[in-house]
């Protein structure tokens, strides 16, 4: 079996930075894709960053600037360092990962969820 253990989040202050971490474990043969999404209640699920694994990474435009993701693919690991926070990044955070398993074809994997609340 597959699973994505997420870590990192918390209270913090406008201005103030936090680092997520998702890490990826089980029976994995390859990653491909890693990315992070963000939800807050009664708006849809929205991509915030993502990394492939050659490197190339894409970001939300408010997150341009002040979130950088990263990934560690010798222990199937991404990050996201978040700087310059604003409440408006108040929200549920979750990693997707592109997995192929010994047990399955690729398929998309999330991790539980990690809260991060930004106060004023």
């Known amino acids: 079996q597959v699973q994505l253990v997420e870590s990192g989040g918390g209270l913090v202050q406008t201005g103030g930075s936090l680092k997520l971490s998702c890490a990826a474990s089980?029976?994995?043969?390859?990653?491909?894709?890693m990315e992070w999404y963000r939800q807050t209640p009664g708006l849809p699920r929205e991509l915030v960053a993502g990394?492939?694994?050659?490197?190339?990474?894409n970001y939300l435009d408010s997150a341009k600037g002040r979130f950088s993701i990263s990934r560690d693919n010798a222990k199937n690991t991404v990050y996201l360092q978040m700087n310059s926070l604003k409440p408006a990044d108040t929200a549920v955070y979750y990693c997707?990962?592109?997995?192929?398993?010994?047990?399955?074809?690729?398929?998309?994997?999330w991790g539980q969820g990690t809260q991060v609340t930004v106060s004023p």
């Open positions: 997707k990962a592109e997995i192929l398993s010994d047990h399955a074809d690729w398929a998309d994997y």
């Open positions: 990394i492939t694994n050659g490197g190339s990474t």
């Open positions: 089980g029976s994995i043969r390859a990653v491909s894709a």
